[in-house]
């Protein structure tokens, strides 16, 4: 089987930074896309940032010049750096991975449990 965990969310004041981690470990042949999405209460699920496995990047307007996605190849992991961050960006945030378990298998998306952020203002 295949999982993903976060760490890294918490309590922190507005202007402050947190590094949101995501690991995948299980039975992995490739993984292409990795990503985060963050739903707060009442809202709905919205995408935050995307890194393909060439590097490329994505990030919702929200976030840019902001939030930095990276990924760590030989460790399955992503990680979102946000600085700056508003009382806005509250909310539980989810990683995902394209991932294919075998050579023989499609490539399907994982999701992690997902990680609260609060910040307070």
């Known amino acids: 089987q295949v999982q993903l965990v976060e760490s890294g969310g918490g309590l922190v004041q507005a202007g402050g930074s947190l590094r949101l981690s995501c690991a995948a470990s299980g039975t992995i042949f490739a993984i292409n896309v990795m990503g985060w999405y963050r739903q707060a209460p009442g809202k709905q699920r919205e995408l935050v940032a995307t890194i393909g496995s060439g590097g490329g990047t994505n990030y919702a307007d929200s976030v840019k010049d902001r939030f930095t996605i990276s990924r760590d190849n030989a460790k399955n992991t992503v990680y979102l750096q946000m600085n700056s961050l508003k009382p806005e960006d509250t909310a539980v945030y989810y990683c995902?991975?394209?991932?294919?378990?075998?050579?023989?298998?499609?490539?399907?998306?994982?999701w992690g449990q997902g990680t609260q952020v609060t910040v307070s203002s």
């Open positions: 995902t991975a394209e991932l294919q378990r075998t050579r023989w298998n499609r490539p399907r998306d994982y």
